[in-house]
DNA sequence: TCTTGACCTTAAGTCGACTTGAACTTGTAG
DNA sequence: CTACAAGTTCAAGTCGACTTAAGGTCAAGA
């Protein structure tokens, strides 16, 4: 049963020891019990970090991750809630595909006034009518 | 020549007042000229608009934006610059790609604490994996 | 001409996610 | 036994992206 210390999980997570502490807080993460004052964690936690850390750069807040994922690592969401979010990650996913396709064209396109540029404007027009469609997040 | 008054364009982009005048002093958009006090916005500004929804709901930040498309519309980054991002886009949607199938599977498969599920626990390696050859953003 | 409502400016406030600072505690090495 | 590095708490600060509040201006309609 190896437990880690928080400047030990925070070396292998590369998560700062603040960080922990406020996740700690907000009750994303636990620690197993102590020594002395020290937390000490267990392995797991590198695994919960690691979701954590996808969870952000796909833009959840905190809460919503935490919500995600339960308090002890459980899913505690309904499955619907759950095919929700991952529909939400889709639409997601595909606004920055579209982003993506545009700065490449951006990068590669030699007009002058890329708004001007017709195919610049259609993956404009694209994305526009993705969100004017559903505008979940906004 | 049709110029749109602040709360036009905020009708037509679902964008607040507040915000498309905090856009403008953050120099992301630029009004037309003025009617006595009030801002006039060429129709440009619209997809000027929709670009900078694109960008934020790729996770960049309004400086970001502003400097991938530049003070009036044009790119102000260089080709190099500009395939970075790319391929950071491409980076990013690989992650939300995984939480996506992550979440996907939490909403099906039957094991009580997904954590201790292998292919859930494969998922997450997986990112982490990423997250540690890359760790750009962190 | 007068009123009104839409817009203006500036400053301050908010929210999430941390970070930083100050003062305190403790297991462990010397 | 003592010193000290590494932790701890709690409060306050920071940063980005806005929003809100307070007070001011002005084009247009009655």
Redesign the interface.
Known sequence: MKLLDISEVARQS?VAASALRHYEEKGLIHSAGRRGLKRLFGP?V???L??I???K???FSLEEIKG??GP????SLS?PV??T??DD??D??A??????D???H???CPA????ECPKF?KL??I??RR?AVK?S??
Do not use: Y
């Open positions: 590369g797991e590198l695994d919960q690691a979701v850390r996808l969870g750069a796909a833009g995600m994922f002890d690592g459980r899913p499955r759950l095919r979010k991952a990650l889709d997601q996913i606004r920055m595909t579209s982003l993506r545009m700065i490449r951006v990068a590669d002058p006034r890329h708004i404007q404009i027009r994305s526009a969100s505008p997040k906004f």
